[in-house]
């Protein structure tokens, strides 16, 4: 975000990073210091982007629930998985069918049909198997790799 920010100073002040961070449920150091390293770079970008009224990076970092979750899928043009340490991961999915639209909603309201969005998914979150057959069929959806470069 930083980059971006820095990159390209047109989207200052018109784009934000909401930045769910599911609380772990493990504990360790290694958790503690990365919660802590989430948290000086979202006040450092937010201090060096920000203005009255606009913080670039909304950090979330307590259970959200379902309702909740919903809500910014719907409303996300782009979501970024990925996992420290990761199971079987239901985000990509959510996210996938919270871009649909709502069945039966007025033409031309904000629910109706499909909208426009990318789904970026770390190889290695628990899912990524499972959507390489949806990443063949669309191509709104990248896995990356940290070995792909």
Known sequence: MEQLLKQHPKWQGRIVLVQICNPARGKG??????????EESCHRINKEFGKPGYEPIFFIHR????????????????????????????????????????SGAETGSNLSGPKKSMLV??????????????FLEF??????SPWAC
Not at 32 to 38: H, P, T
Not at 139 to 144: A, E, F, L, R, V
């Open 29 to 38: 150091i290694d958790l503690v210091e990365i919660k802590a390293e989430i």
């Open 121 to 134: 998914v770390s190889e290695f979150i628990g899912c990524t198997p499972s959507l390489r057959c949806y």
């Open 139 to 144: 191509s709104n959806m990248w896995i990356s």
């Open 63 to 102: 259970p959200v629930s379902i309702s909740e979750r919903m809500s910014y899928y719907s409303i996300a043009e782009c979501v970024v998985v990925t996992a420290v340490r990761d199971g079987m991961n239901l985000t990509p999915y959510e996210y996938t069918v919270c871009r649909q639209g709502v």
